[in-house]
């Protein structure tokens, strides 16, 4: 993949952060044990902040290897699926923006897996305005 320009990124979810492994959590076994060049991190904020996780630190403790950032917004960490219009929710979207830029980010993807109560279209444009009102977008 390397020698043809492509990079792998692990996409994470929560169930990453959550039990541990001999004291480690399995997201920082998997980065412990490749190879930085070879495999980086796709951050889905939503995923990391559900599981009680600070996005922003995330985020800091992969500079260099965080090249995606999922930018998705969850209205409560109690259910599954709590899913907002990015900037409407609960996940500190500015933050985990500020601190990728800083860590070497070089994509910022929205990504909303269920509109909460908007078709998708309006739902694309509520996270556009919201990213716009932050000087984002």
């Not at 996780?53 to 992969?62: C, S, W």
Request: hydrophobic share 45%.
């Amino acid at each position: 993949m390397k020698a043809n320009g492509l990079t792998r990124c692990y996409h994470n979810h929560d169930h990453e952060f959550r039990g541990l492994f001999d004291g480690e959590r399995g997201i920082d076994i998997l980065f412990a044990n490749t190879d930085p060049d070879l495999v980086k991190a796709a951050i889905d904020v939503a995923w990391v902040h559900f599981d009680g996780a600070a996005p922003v630190q995330h985020i800091e403790a992969f500079q260099g290897r965080g090249p995606l950032i999922h930018l998705k917004d969850i209205y409560s960490t109690e259910f599954r699926n709590a899913w907002m219009e990015v900037g409407t929710g609960i996940v500190n979207i500015k933050g985990a923006i500020e601190a990728g830029a800083r860590c070497g980010a070089e994509w910022f993807i929205v990504e909303q897996d269920q509109p909460c109560d908007l078709l998708p279209v309006e739902s694309i444009r509520a996270s556009l305005e919201n990213l716009k009102a932050m000087g984002f977008a």
